[in-house]
């Protein structure tokens, strides 16, 4: 049986509609798309540009995900996202040059990672995709929109960062999709999921926390 959220099926009501996880997928957006006008606020570009990519950052993971599990593409069928998107690059164009701009970036970007972990498994799951199909599209949905903002910028990837970046959004996922089949509620479970994986990107920015790196390979003597 395909399992949805709050008993609603999938092609009746689109995720952002459903109450307990709404909140968090317009702020998820908004985190991201703030982050996407951060990057191009740093190269001092337009507010055009810098909305471009408030929106490439803010709905690009959510897309793929779309896309790949076969749901309508969310921003297309309700306007409220790519409105969110231009909402958070116009409020950075206003507080224009801070000292702390860019440290904000890293931390909303790491909100945003494990928001977005959530959403995106939570989505997949309301349309019937597998446990494991489902953590994968968490973390699809948190850092494909990063990846695509960090390539338009010229930054190094988060997939190629040896800090702890990709897995956070990986245990958010796991941590919801772990909740959900032990039958915690969806909005107990998305707090502590979200929590989970924002704790393990804040370790990463305060004290440099990484997975191990694969060994060298010891030289022939």
Known sequence: MTRSILGLTPPDLPIADIAPLAALDLVGVAVFAATGALAAARDRHDLVTMTFFAAVTGVGGGTC???????????????????????????????????????????????????????????????????????????????????????????PSVLLRREIVVSAALAAATAFVMLTALGVSTWLAAAVATAVGFILRAGAL????????????????
């Open 65 to 155: 995900r779309d896309l790949l599990i076969g749901a309508p593409v969310f921003w297309v069928v309700d306007w409220r996202y790519i409105a969110m998107c231009i909402a958070a690059s116009v409020i950075v164009w206003l507080l224009g040059p801070r000292p702390w701009r860019f440290r904000l970036l890293l931390w909303l970007d790491a909100f945003g990672l494990a928001a977005y972990g959530v959403i995106g498994a939570a989505k997949a799951e309301a349309w019937g995709a597998a446990p494991l199909i489902c953590i994968v599209m968490g973390a699809l949905t948190a850092c494909f929109g990063g990846v695509v903002r960090d390539l338009l910028a010229g930054q």
């Open 206 to 221: 305060k004290w440099g926390w990484s997975l191990p790196s694969f060994p060298e390979t010891p030289l022939k003597s």
